[in-house]
């Protein structure tokens, strides 16, 4: 039973374009979100987070928005970059200190030149 | 953000033997690790969350006795791969929580081949 759900293996957008990762989850006890990139054979890199508390975060071209009530989240590249091109996970977490966090599947996007 | 090293990024070991990979936060305490595999094409797979000082917790169907994991201080965290078989091959990655930092700092990751 996957708690943390991306239902877009892959995504494809152009240079300059809007990039939009979306991320479902199950668990009500989830409190705080976060977005990762990983290139391949390298660790993840975190991006962003969200807490619950909130709607919506900014970090430069990346923007999260929490829609709690139905547990959905999204993650908004502007504009997409070649080097954004990598597989991003979404996790979550109960907002408890040391709690583990639940990976959704990955989205690979491609940017394209 | 914090820092995280894994050590080795890549390893080749024969069949039957052990390997241990070494993850170290540099610039804060980390009070939780945890240690994902990878599989290709496959999301991070949570094998142990441990805290330092104490014995680690194992995920469902992940063998204790094959990935022993020591978490002796607040910097280092180490996962043995004991009589490694070709099956253990795989992308392990470790991260790491504590200093007051909600997010989880992931190392660089290893690449395990058994021969």
């Known amino acids: 039973d996957q708690q943390v759900k991306q239902n877009s293996p892959s995504l494809s957008v152009q240079e300059g374009r809007i990039s939009i990762l979306n991320c479902d989850y199950t668990?009500?006890?989830?409190?705080?979100f976060l977005w990762y990139k990983k290139y391949p054979a390298e660790g993840p890199t975190f991006l962003i987070s969200?807490?619950?508390?909130?709607d919506k975060n900014e970090d430069g071209r990346f923007t999260v928005f929490l829609n709690k009530s139905a547990k959905h989240l999204s993650l908004h590249i502007v504009p997409s970059q070649p080097g954004d091109s990598a597989v991003y996970f979404c996790a979550a977490t109960p907002d408890n200190y040391g709690q583990n966090f639940v990976f959704g599947p990955g989205t690979r996007l491609s940017v394209l030149p | 953000g914090a820092v995280v090293s894994q050590h080795p990024s890549w390893v080749i070991c024969k069949s039957g033997t052990s390997v241990k990979i070494e993850c170290r936060s540099l610039?804060?305490?980390?009070?939780?690790m945890f240690w994902y595999r990878q599989f290709p094409k496959q999301s991070l797979m949570l094998m142990a969350t441990?805290?330092?000082?104490?014995?680690?917790?194992?995920e469902q169907g992940v063998e204790k006795d094959k990935f022993l994991i020591n978490h002796a201080s607040l910097t280092l965290s180490t996962l043995t791969v004991t009589s490694a078989h070709p099956e253990d091959s795989s992308f392990y990655i470790c991260s790491a929580r504590g200093g007051g930092n909600t997010e989880a700092f992931f190392g660089q990751g290893t690449r395990l081949t058994v021969v």
């Open positions: 668990n009500s006890m989830f409190d705080y």
């Open positions: 441990s805290n330092e000082g104490s014995k680690a917790t194992y």
């Open positions: 969200i807490s619950s508390i909130k």
């Open positions: 610039d804060f305490q980390a009070t939780t």
